[in-house]
């Protein structure tokens, strides 16, 4: 089992940086794909970012490429977003998924990670 709570979510104005942390308990977590999706009002859960348990392989929406970095530590069990240069579009609530099971490949697809996150609210001010 993995538990996973985020934090560092908050209101920003466009341009600005935020890092998310999701930090993680139980001792699956080192060997866990971790990945970052989020969910705006009134639209489905999207795929933002995903890294691999050794973080050979990484891999982000096209939206967000070259304004976002993934990345953990899994000597401290937590997982990193940083969001630089961020947009009014980028606002929504965000999760951290885990799952032990796709050795060192990532996914793209929500209902592939069994561990969520509670969601930390990012909201980019125009």
């Known amino acids: 089992q993995v538990q996973l709570v985020e934090s560092g979510g908050g209101l920003v104005q466009a341009g600005g940086s935020l890092r998310l942390s999701c930090a993680a308990s139980g001792r699956t977590f080192s060997s866990s794909t971790m990945g970052w999706f989020r969910q705006a009002p009134g639209k489905e859960r999207a795929f933002v970012a995903a890294i691999s348990w050794s973080g050979g392989r990484i891999y982000y929406a096209d939206s967000v490429k070259g304004r976002f970095t993934i990345s953990r530590d899994n000597a401290k069990n937590t997982g990193y977003l940083q969001m630089n240069s961020l947009k009014p579009e980028d606002t929504a609530v965000y999760y951290c998924?885990?799952?032990?099971?796709?050795?060192?490949?990532?996914?793209?697809?929500?209902?592939?990670?069994?561990?969520w996150g509670q969601g930390t609210q990012v909201t980019v001010s125009s």
């Open positions: 998924a885990a799952d032990p099971g796709m050795g060192d490949y990532v996914s793209i697809g929500h209902r592939a990670y069994d561990y």
